[in-house]
DNA sequence: TGTCAAGCTCTGCATCTGCAGAGTTTTTGC
DNA sequence: GCAAAAACTCTGCAGATGCAGAGCTTGACA
């Protein structure tokens, strides 16, 4: 029996890992047991042992980005959208952008899926209540449109990031954001 | 000989409608030359006959879709972004909700495509033109970043509109945005 | 040290896939 | 009306796919 190149007992996240990495270069097309066991270094059936199918690994993996994205999210905290922000941000976009890509496939992905689905709406939830916090910081009352409309203006400048155009493009479109919903 | 369901001539345009569809309902990995053409009532093999790859199937059906919404869009332009604005948008993106998802899968699979990202970028940038144009009757120098910024808001809800959203929340949270940037 | 459960690999298979090549049908243009 | 081109269908196939079932390896615990 070939002895895998990962530490025994650490294939699952391996696995995970390989997941994000194989559907944010390849597509969800270009997902195949084979392809993702590759990457992880370890035998294609290990997946069926430790998911049981295709979507669960997938559900698995969804959970897993999300919960790497709020810890990084943790990192990016704003009580601005400034320049600052929008450096930070884009940096930590742009250091990890296969994290980002396989979440927007997953997004896509949750028109077919219920538990995708309610993952994702959590996820965007909890980032409109970050948004909220800090236009509450900016002397806004709480209220949910204007944060899922600033969120969301964030969302589609790192799809942007992530796809057709260029970072400096991006942090001075998310400073300039910031200085449209400035309180005059 | 099996006679076709589709008038003799017009396979090519069903076929690029049922890619759209199939896309949108299914993901990029549930894309077939079977499911296709079941969608379309024609043989699969007419896939390869129209546009020789899987992959110039869907830069065809991708060109078509961007000219599909660009049409739609001209029936969109606003003046504001009104509350007025937000229910057209909204009721036009609901009408044909595939069109939006296919694209949106086709600006994630841009990444590993240098054709679709041209399209893509080409894309963005006449909407990105379109809000500048916007901003400038708000009383706004015409400036990249603002546009941008803007035109990802409306990009960003629209995605959430045909994923976890509800359509009510995307027209609050559009017309907030309007208010949002209106000069004070 | 031995046992057992979890982690892991190997073998195999039914089904699906993209698409080649040949043949049929319809349209076009002279 | 006829020939050629375009549109379309049928048959076939090599290769890829998800995953079942059996067997091997490692770690935990008594």
Redesign the interface.
Known sequence: MTVSEVRYGTGREALIRAVVDVV??????G?SYRKVAQRAHVNNTLISHHFGSKEAMLEAATVWAVQRTQQRADLTLASAIDRDFAETLTRIVGEEPNLQ?FQ??M??????SPEL?RI??NL?ESYISMVQDVLVRYGYEP????A??????????V??Q????ERE??V??????GS??ER?
Chains 1, 2 share one sequence.
């Open positions: 944010a270069e390849e597509g969800l097309d997902l890509v927007y496939s997004i896509l992905a949750s028109r077919r689905r994702a709406g965007y209220e949910r449109a204007a899922r409309a600033v969120f969301a203006a964030l969302d589609g400048l799809l942007q992530v796809t057709v155009a493009e991006i001075a479109a998310i400073t300039r954001l449209l919903i005059k």
